[in-house]
């Protein structure tokens, strides 16, 4: 077992990269992928990405014909319902893709939500902890054989830049004795996916499994801020202005601008679907990375490891790679959604 240290590697990619870029010469043929959240915002890219690369993409959706419509008239995509703040959904979606494929050789999990109210599971978990860290531990659980019999497959998580906001409540995962803040639940659940990445790599490379944790970056008109802005036709004509106009790319100028004028070395870089979606896609080809895992990957490249006070708008935290807490959290994944995974 080796341990991939948390610095950068000589990538030849940075964070303008786009996904045709990233995925150029890169071929999937005969591969088969999973992509939960893959009809819609960075995820429909991923999906379009790997179908042009030649795999078999499989998306799982809470309303199947939703999905479908969303995704249009792409080949070699297949559709399957999965509702990850549900434990018996995710197993029937588990059961049918194992009745009906021998291996998987990539799961990518891009679902997620953000910044939601208050409500909770069937089994009292918190929705964001549920939907972005536990669905996605129960589905790898369920899906593990099939990871397995590929001989060399990767995870791939995403999680967000909140993780430099706080760590993991051990104490108090589920908000039951602290007051709820939506901004810490969400940067809570995505510390979790990181540590999730750790300890899932540490345990499965021995089976030939690799996993990473993807920050795609800013990428402003997506759906996941559909509980920010609750209003679908706004968002619909923010994700056009942002990435079909490039507003995005304005908006990175005038920032990289005023921190030149004001000394600074960092500033707030939008992306667009093809930017963000590079970075997914990065971490889940790139050759780069074959003999790599357990990792923070941002801007097509593995992160920095930082200080917990640091002011720096980049980098992985101590809490969300520390090996004692991904231990810690793995089993707190097993508790809180009944669920062994037992591959020590």
């Known amino acids: 077992m080796t341990k991939t240290p948390q610095q950068p590697i000589n990538?030849?990619?940075?964070?303008k990269a786009t996904s045709k870029q990233v995925m150029k010469n890169i071929n999937l043929e005969g591969k088969t992928v999973i992509v939960t959240g893959g009809y819609?915002?960075?995820g429909l890219q991923v999906t379009k990405s790997l179908v042009r690369a030649g795999a078999n993409v499989i998306v799982p959706a809470r309303t199947i014909d939703k999905a479908k419509n969303a995704v249009g008239n792409l080949h070699n995509v297949e559709f399957g319902e999965l509702d990850l703040m549900n434990g018996k959904s995710i197993q029937q979606f588990a059961e049918n893709f194992n009745r009906h494929h021998e291996q998987l050789d990539l799961l990518i999990e891009c679902a997620g939500i953000m910044f939601a109210p208050l409500r909770r599971d069937q089994r009292g978990n918190e929705s964001q902890l549920s939907t972005n860290y536990l669905g996605h531990f129960q589905l790898t659980n369920y899906l593990y054989s099939a990871l397995k019999k590929a001989g060399n497959a990767r995870v791939v998580i995403v999680t967000s830049r909140a993780q430099s906001?706080?760590?993991?409540?051990?104490d108090d995962p589920n908000f039951v004795r602290r007051e709820y803040d939506a901004h810490v639940a969400y940067a809570q659940s995505k510390s979790a996916?990181?540590?999730?990445?750790?300890?899932?790599?540490?345990?499965a490379q021995k089976d030939g499994i690799r996993a990473f944790a993807v920050h795609p970056g800013l990428v402003p008109g997506t759906g996941l801020g559909r509980f920010v802005n609750r209003n679908a036709q706004l968002q619909k004509f923010l994700g056009f202005v942002m990435n079909d106009l490039q507003l995005t790319r304005a908006i990175s100028t005038k920032n990289s601008?005023?921190?030149?004028?004001?000394?600074?070395?960092?500033?707030?870089?939008?992306?667009?679907?093809?930017?963000?979606?590079?970075?997914?896609l990065w971490a889940a080809t790139s050759p780069l990375l074959n003999d790599k895992g357990g990792v923070f990957i941002e801007d097509s490249n593995i992160g920095t490891a930082v200080d917990a006070n640091s002011n720096s708008k980049f980098g992985a935290r101590p809490w969300s790679i520390d090996s004692q807490q991904a231990t810690d959290l793995w089993k707190l994944g097993e508790k809180l959604s009944g669920v062994k995974?037992?591959?020590e």
């Open 11 to 15: 990538s030849p990619f940075t964070m």
């Open 40 to 42: 819609s915002g960075i």
């Open 165 to 170: 906001w706080n760590g993991v409540d051990f």
């Open 193 to 203: 996916d990181i540590l999730f990445a750790v300890e899932l790599d540490r345990r």
């Open 257 to 280: 601008v005023e921190a030149r004028l004001h000394g600074q070395t960092e500033y707030d870089y939008f992306k667009n679907v093809h930017q963000g979606a590079a970075d997914i």
């Open 341 to 343: 995974f037992d591959i």
